[in-house]
């Protein structure tokens, strides 16, 4: 246990490090697992159950993302689809060909092999992406979200893999498996019961590595059971509470993943060349996502940054290797290899992202050639209407001021938000609301101001860094009118100003003023009591 601990400590040194160079974490975790191996460090019981119990939660996590409405979209399911099968027809003759040439680890490579390792290369990682949108501010953008919705697709197409992987024949009992599917209405029952501390995660633990070992029961692979148990209680409202809960143990279980790997391999300079041929493969992933996008009537903007938020390889890569090296399909130095590709495909994608809209401002006019002439339904043109006021990001707090600029000043507001799902609510419930990103350049483009109508701009989208960007493209689209945004913190205050917003509300120094004016309000009589006392109240 002891050894187990200390592999742990010196992994969150690793992460530290790594974090501070703008990588992921688990970069970090990898090389931590290397190091230790070179000082004859060996994987340990702790380890191994960390990793095991990582993955099955990251596979219950899935499911309890997993919303099929989201998976329909064409440009979603269909890049996903043709992406995996055009980079394994590149991938398998290559492979196969570099390794009639004798490069080592390649060198005799058979069909079967070069399949299975092709296919684990297809991969992106969610990881890497989440983690992109989040720094971004855009994980409600479309790119964002159509960019999630093919890493789903990804992690589906694994998990069929992982199932068959298994290579046992079900028992007869498994067609009581199907059975589960009503008690879909008990699970939700007792989530929503679950409340919210200890107890919500406490059954989210019991629910995913419940469901794997009951279906484990019955010879089949449990990682399929732990993800078919977050699909049951997916559609509930609380499954993304549910979700965020089991973050946190989820990430810690996988440091052991990620750790298990190092300890099993070793690297060794003879992967060089190979680890440098799946690099160069890396611009053939990219480009072939932004052409499929660009086929599937996206914009030249969204293929490009989607495409860049997935230019990387995948932990999911790395579990199917795992799998792979188990069964006996993969040489277990494959492991060191495909890590090592992994992480410095990292280190490659994180400037480019950092600075995706740098770089397609640099070649959007080449770009926009290639642009089909049809487009999806949330690309094309915004017009905001008779709309005289205008509110970005319609969550609790663009909605409040939504219906007072209705109620109180009779303006005729639109709102705009990124959310699918939250324009459809808003509007159900007789809101103007239309969907948009207001971290897109383009959208600025696309949303017609240039009739005079809108006089006010309020900017209410939780980061400082999205607001700052919404009224930095306001002005630069000629906007002459009034824009007020929402800050947390003083810096934030000092940028959006910066940016050209003339009013900013902080919520904090503002919602505890609201706070004490309302309960003064609606209480006269603690004002009199105030009084009494021979206190001097402040009105």
């Known amino acids: 246990m002891f050894d187990a601990i200390t592999w742990i400590a010196v992994a969150f040194a690793a992460g530290v490090v790594a974090k501070r160079y703008g990588l992921p974490p688990l970069v970090g975790y990898l090389v931590a697992g290397f190091m230790l191996n070179g000082l004859g460090a060996e994987e340990g019981p702790v380890i191994a159950a960390l990793s095991e119990l990582g993955v099955t939660l990251l596979l219950f996590t899935i499911g309890l993302k997993l919303k099929l409405k989201s998976l329909a979209a064409p440009q979603v399911w269909g890049v996903a689809a043709l992406h995996m099968v055009g980079m ?8 196969l060909a570099v390794g009639k040439l004798g490069l080592p680890h390649l060198a005799g490579m058979e069909y079967g092999p070069a399949l299975v390792l092709a296919f684990a290369l297809t991969f992106s990682s969610t990881v890497f992406a989440v983690k992109v949108l989040e720094e971004k501010g855009e994980m409600g953008s479309l790119y964002g979200t159509i960019a999630i919705g093919i890493l789903i697709m990804q992690d589906l197409a694994a998990v069929v893999f992982l199932v068959f992987s298994a290579g046992k024949v079900p028992s007869l009992w498994a067609v009581l498996l199907f059975a589960l599917v009503f008690a879909r209405p008990v699970l939700s029952w007792l989530l929503e019961r679950a409340g919210h501390g200890e107890l919500l995660l406490l059954f989210g633990l019991t629910l995913g590595l419940g469901g794997a070992e009951v279906f484990k029961l019955v010879d089949v692979k449990g990682d399929l059971g732990a993800l078919l148990l977050g ?29 298990s790997i190092g300890l099993t391999v070793a690297p060794s300079l003879d992967m060089a060349p190979v680890v440098i041929l799946l690099l160069l493969v ?30 990387n390889y995948s932990e999911f890569g790395l579990i199917v290797a795992a799998i792979a090296a188990k069964n006996g399909w993969l040489s277990p130095d494959w492991l060191a290899i495909i ?41 094309l043109e915004i017009d905001p209407g008779d709309a005289n006021a205008m509110i970005v990001g319609m969550g609790r707090i663009g909605g409040g001021a939504y219906d007072f600029l209705v109620q109180e000043r009779g303006l005729r507001p639109v709102g705009v938000d990124a959310d699918p799902d939250s324009v459809a609510k808003q509007n159900a419930m007789g809101r103007n609301v239309v969907q948009g990103s207001a971290t897109d350049a383009d959208f600025w483009h696309r949303l017609h101001l240039d009739d005079g109508h809108i006089k006010l701009v309020l900017l209410a989208m939780p980061k400082a860094s999205e607001n700052v960007f919404a009224a930095e493209h306001l002005l630069k689209e000629g906007f002459d009118g009034t824009i007020g945004a929402i800050a947390k913190f003083p810096d934030d205050e000092a940028a959006l100003r910066a940016a050209g917003v003339h009013q900013v509300f902080n919520l904090y120094a503002e919602a505890g003023a609201g706070l004490a004016q309302h309960v003064c309000s609606e209480s006269p009589l603690a004002l009199d009591e105030l009084e009494a006392s021979g206190a001097e109240p402040q009105r």
Do not use: C, W
């Open 282 to 311: 890396l611009p053939l992933k990219g480009f072939l996502f932004e052409q499929l996008m660009l086929a599937f009537r996206l914009r030249a903007r969204t293929a490009l940054l989607g495409a860049l938020t997935l230019f």
């Open 88 to 95: 394994v027809a590149v991938l398998v003759p290559v492979l």
């Open 339 to 379: 890590a090592i590709t992994l992480a410095l495909s990292f280190v490659v994608a994180s400037p480019l992202n950092s600075q995706s809209h740098v770089i397609y401002e640099l070649f959007s006019p080449r770009l926009r050639r290639q642009e089909r002439k049809r487009r999806i339904a949330a690309e």
């Open 231 to 259: 699909i049951l209680v997916a559609s509930h409202p609380k499954s993304g509470e549910l979700a965020e809960a089991l973050l946190g143990l989820k990430d810690l279980f996988l440091v052991g993943f990620f750790l």
